[in-house]
Each structure stands twice: as C-alpha cells, then as structure tokens.
C-alpha cells in the first residue's frame, strides 16, 4: 500500500520500526525519529467514527496506528465507541424498537439521558448505524455503516501487511466497573489471543483514569502505556486552560477524593508519577500550544473575522509551553490530541491552512499526533520532513 509523498515506508517514533534520516538529522523528539500519525477513531474527518469503513479509510490513507475507544456491550463484548451513550454517535434514535430503552444514566458524574451500549447486546448494536458527530462533516453516509467490535479493529490491522499499531483507550473504565461490565482483563485477553503481549507489539494502551493503566500494568502487562492528560476549556481572553467537571480531573481521582486536577500531571513532579506507570503522555494540545483571542472594548472576546461567531479562528496560538522538552526529561514520549481540518478549530495565524499546525507541532518535537484526517497530518509530516533535511 503506498504511503504518503517522499516517505517510502512508514516512520514511527517509539515502538514501531523507523526509516533513517539522510545526512544525519535527528529530529526533537524522544527518540530522534518522525512522529507518528495516530487516526483518531479511524477516519473520523470523512466517515462515522469508529465504523469498520472508517477504520479501512485510516489504514488506506497510510496511519501509523488506528485508535478505538473502548466500551462494553451489555452482554461484555467490546467494541470501538467513544461513549457510552449511543445518542452521540449512532442512528439509535431512529430505531424504535429501542425507544423504550432510552433513560438518564450518571457517566463520571454527569447526568445523561439517551440509550447506553451496557443496556444492549452486541446483536442488537450490530443494528445501529454510526453518524457523524460534526455537522460541517459528511452526512451522507450516516446510519450506513457498522459500529466496529475491537476484534474486527485487531483482525482488520491483522489482515492490512502493514505495520499498523493499535492506539485503545480503556473509556469510562471506571463507569464500566460500576455498570458490572469492567474492560480491562478482557481487552488484556484480546491482545493475548493475538499474540500481543510483548513491550514490542504494535499496541499502545491509553486512558485518561490512572487507575486503568495501573491495574493493567499490575496484571504484568509490558505493553505500551500512555496517560491521557484532558481539560474542560481555553479562556479566550487570557490563554488559560479551565477545568470544570467532568473534565477537570481523572474520575478516578474523583471518587477517591484526590482534589487534584488534571493540570497537575504535566508539572516536573506530576511527569515523573505518570513515567512509574506509563510511558508516554497523550496532553490535549492546548497544554502544549494555547489560543488567545482579542478582547473588545465591551470586555468580549472579538469576532475578528466577522463570520458572526467567536471560536478559535477569531484566535492566535500562542508561545509554546515546556511541556514536550519536560517530558522528554522524564522519559516519557508525547501524543497531543486532537487536531482537525475544520476553520473554525484553527488559529488565525495557520491562515486556515492545518498543515500549518502539524509542523508547528512537528517542530517542536511531539513524537505523534492524533489527526480525525490522517491524511492531512501524512502530508505535513512529509513537508515537515523534507523542509528539514530528513
């Protein structure tokens, strides 16, 4: 399968194997090597999220690794879905034979109402179609395609030739324990059956819950780990991160009483407890490059082009944080999420262009990003490498 303009196989940082740079460039990540390209619920930018078909388009465009997130049907099979609640995702609420399956449900601490995968077996969600969760995506195929199970993920990587890592989140682990349906000794027995057990396998193990990776890790698992570092917001008038539940700390942390937030984990002292159980950290990228928009004399964020709303494009990033070089001291390799072609989502100073983005984030040294359009974040990575000589 070809890959992607002047990279003749696939390069990964890490864990998979990697092409040498000519003439002796080493790059600013931990190892040296280009980073990686992680397709964020498969091609998530064009098709439903985390349908076989999306998972396909991934693999086609030439990922390095392809990230499920996993949950559990009622009857414990797990399959490839970023919530819980089936309302976000799929074609559920026009099935009404379901209809009288709809409730309000507590998802780390927040009240949700809409139908649950623990409330169905995998037959029944084999019914579903996946939708897109973007309006500005494609709609056309919405309710077209299957939600995947991450065996199918396994065997479709399985079956490519390719070289392809598979990026799982352990999701809600701690919801999944309370519904009686907890996920990580199954997806510990998944990998096993395929023969992935090994630190060298083409798998990495990510969640935002400290707890799951530690429990995974205590099981004797050597695979790949990576704590995932989230927030709730950017304030646009200064910068700054905000935190508000339920994206204000590990739920985990949550329930043990533990006060702090999120933004703990990336301070020298916060690294160097992830690195006793991880080996990476997946921050999202506005803990490494933030935005900062235009404050009008009505003490309001400006709507600086116009368009009649206020969002990241009315924005400038801002100078980058020592987060990547800190924790490339710490010994731990850096995945930032997510990044996306949409306009709205990009800073004015990327002149609407998201290669823009990837290279800033190349240059400064993270060893992969999470893309929804892999193929956009194949092609910076390729310009990237050839502006510097690799």
Not at 286 to 314: H, L, M
Not at 315 to 337: E, R
């Amino acid at each position: 399968m070809k890959h992607v303009q002047g990279l003749m196989m696939v390069c990964a940082a890490g864990a998979l194997s990697a092409c040498g740079g000519s003439d002796g460039v080493t790059l600013p990540t931990l190892d040296g090597k280009p980073a990686l390209v992680l397709a964020h619920r498969g091609a998530g930018g064009t098709l439903p999220e985390e349908t076989v078909e999306a998972y396909a388009r991934a693999i086609d465009q030439g990922a390095d690794a392809i990230e499920p997130d996993v949950i559990s049907t009622k009857d414990g099979v797990l399959i490839a879905r970023h919530d819980p609640n089936l309302a976000f995702s799929t074609d559920v609420a026009q099935h009404p034979e379901f209809a009288a399956r709809k409730r309000k449900l507590s998802v780390d601490g927040e009240l949700q109402e809409g139908w649950f995968a623990s409330d169905f077996t995998l037959a029944e969600i084999k019914t579903l179609g996946g939708i897109s969760t973007d309006a500005e995506r494609p709609q056309e195929f919405n309710g077209k395609y299957k939600i995947a199970t991450i065996q199918e993920v396994i065997d479709m990587i399985k079956k490519s030739g390719r070289n392809i890592a598979l990026y799982a989140e352990t999701k809600n682990p701690t919801f999944h324990r309370q519904q009686g349906l907890p996920l990580e000794d199954k997806l510990l027995a998944l990998l096993a059956a395929a023969g992935w057990t090994e630190r060298s396998a083409p798998v990495f193990l990510q969640s935002f819950e400290p707890g799951s990776l530690k429990y995974m890790r205590g099981k004797g698992s050597t695979l790949k780990m990576v704590q995932l570092i989230d927030a709730d917001d950017v304030d646009l008038k200064t910068g700054a991160l905000t935190f508000a539940a339920p994206y204000d700390r590990p739920y985990d942390w949550a329930q043990a009483g533990d006060q702090r937030l999120f933004s703990a984990m990336v301070t020298p002292a916060g690294l160097a407890e992830i690195k006793t159980y991880a080996d990476g950290i997946g921050p999202w990228k506005r803990y490494i490059v933030s935005v900062k928009g235009t404050v009008g004399a009505d003490g309001k964020v400006a709507d600086v082009n116009g368009d009649g709303k206020v969002n990241e494009a009315d924005t400038t990033s801002q100078p980058a944080s020592t987060l990547v070089a800190d924790a490339h001291k710490a010994g731990l390799f850096v995945h930032p999420y997510t990044f996306r072609n949409e306009q709205r989502r990009l800073a004015s100073d990327y002149k609407g262009d998201p290669k823009a983005e990837f290279k800033q984030f190349y240059a400064l040294g993270v060893d992969g990003v999470f893309a929804d359009f892999a193929d956009t974040a194949l092609a910076a990575r390729a310009e990237y490498l050839k502006e510097v000589g690799y």
